[in-house]
């Protein structure tokens, strides 16, 4: 578990990725309850943009990991409404945090919309995983790539 | 719209050329995204808007997403299911013995099941050796599904499908006591206060207590229950309360097979009922199956919903 104490540490986006691998491989209640605690280390900065992206990126598809595996019946279901709540109001800091992105906001807005948009639907709120999805089709296809700015 | 990237670097650690990469990535993010939304208006019975989209999903999958690919056409035909057409399955599973090591054992088995039901209407004489070659494929979740199924349309041995439905529903019941008790003490204890106190006035408040226990004018029928035989009240509850969806399903056929239709029915009602605001195919697929003209039709389909 030694990648558990670096990415507590550092929020290292790969030692993050490392966790990820790790809760889809082994589906174990552990390592639920440890991404769970990382959830709330949302706060650690990045050192730059680039890095900071990435690290959304990696933190909404850890909180999309951790619903389903909670939907998977890993967890108690006294506790499944309790998380869900964290799981979604994780997702809001996350899209809070990506508003302040200079560069890549809706490419990385739309990863991190489709991720909620699936935990939505899995707890029946289709409507609005539906409206997500169709912001990313609104806003994410018509993005270019422009090294030059 | 352009993405302004002030470097290359975001995308230069997934290799290749940074334009090429990005380009990738987008293609993947908006075919997933279509993915996701097919299957979300597939539960909102827009049916033509949602083989749409999977198309749409499958045109970048194709060249390069083999396994992506594969779901995709997948979802097509059980679609075409759902709009009560006959699909035939054979391609796909031929698809899927040829390229077997790309792909992962659930969607394995997920073929292998759609392919033996849809047997049923196209080569019922092949049923059985199909069932026989891919059952170390099938996972146990489908392989109840499938059996149980079968056995609604005589194709396989009732008592060893009632046995396997049994036993997973049993399984899943074991972590649901609490709730039953819970909806029990609510019928018994508040059912009459909610009544009185809500009804004309808090609708909103009573219909979504009611979606648990079959509707509104169910809900009332149990409280009147409960003034007489707490046992009888008990017995509605526990029938009627599942985990999700493909434990109503796997209840549901189990209560067909063994011969128990009003009870079948009830449950298929009150599945509808729930699922009314939440998932409109799934209380079209139970409400069908809730009329025993259109029972086994709505079997199959329920079937390839879920599987």
């Known amino acids: ?149 | 719209m352009i993405l302004k990237i002030d470097s290359e670097d975001f995308f230069k650690p997934y290799g290749g050329k940074a334009e090429d990469k990005f380009k990738e990535c987008l293609d993947v993010l908006i075919a997933s995204t279509n993915y996701d939304l097919g299957i979300i208006l597939r539960d909102l019975r827009k049916f033509k808007d949602a083989r749409d989209r999977f198309e749409s999903a499958l045109k970048v999958y194709e060249s390069k997403h083999f396994y992506n690919a594969l779901k995709c056409k997948s979802f097509i035909k059980r679609i075409g299911i759902l709009e009560g057409k006959d699909e035939n399955f054979e391609d796909l599973f031929n698809e899927m013995e040829r390229n077997k090591f790309r792909l992962d054992p659930e969607t394995i088995s997920l073929i292998c099941a759609e392919y033996i039901l849809s047997l049923v209407f196209s080569h019922p004489n092949q049923i059985d050796e199909t069932l026989r070659s891919c059952e170390d494929r099938m996972s146990y979740k489908h392989r109840v599904l499938t059996e149980g199924v079968l056995s609604v349309f005589g194709f396989f041995d009732r008592r060893k499908a009632i046995k396997d439905l049994k036993e997973y529903d049993d399984e899943i019941k074991k972590g649901l006591n609490e709730v039953v008790e819970r909806r029990v003490d609510f019928v018994e204890n508040f059912g009459d206060l909610v009544m009185t106190e809500l009804e004309g006035k808090g609708d909103f408040f009573l219909k979504d207590k009611a979606k648990y226990f079959g509707g509104l004018d169910n809900l009332k029928e149990l409280v009147e229950l409960a003034k007489k035989d707490r046992s009888k009240v008990f017995e509605r509850v526990d029938l009627i309360t599942t985990a999700d969806s493909i434990h109503a399903f796997v209840r549901l056929l189990w209560l067909y097979l063994e011969g128990f239709k009003r009870e079948a029915k009830i449950l298929a009602q009150a599945e509808s009922e729930y699922w009314k605001d939440r998932n409109p195919c799934l209380s079209w697929l139970f409400g069908e199956a809730a009329k025993e003209d259109k029972f086994k039709r709505a079997v199959i389909k329920l079937f390839y919903y879920h599987i």
């Open chain 1, 1 to 149: 578990m030694e990648g558990i104490d670096v990415a507590k540490k550092h929020g290292d986006v790969y030692a993050w990725a490392f966790l990820l691998e790790l809760a889809e491989t082994c589906r174990f209640y552990k390592v639920v309850k440890v991404m769970l605690e990382l959830g709330k280390a949302l706060e650690v900065e990045a050192k730059d943009e680039n890095s900071r992206a990435m690290k959304l990126l990696t933190v909404s598809k850890y909180l999309l990991t951790t619903f389903k595996l909670l939907s998977a019946g890993k967890l108690d279901y006294r506790v499944v409404d309790e998380v869900v709540n964290e799981i979604l109001k994780s997702f809001d800091i996350v899209l809070r945090d990506v508003e302040d992105l200079k560069v890549l906001k809706d490419y990385v807005k739309g990863h991190v919309l489709r991720d909620r948009a699936n935990v939505l639907r899995g707890i029946g709120r289709i409507y609005d995983a539906k409206r997500d999805l169709n912001w990313i089709l609104k806003n994410c296809q018509k993005l270019k790539f422009d090294s030059e700015d």
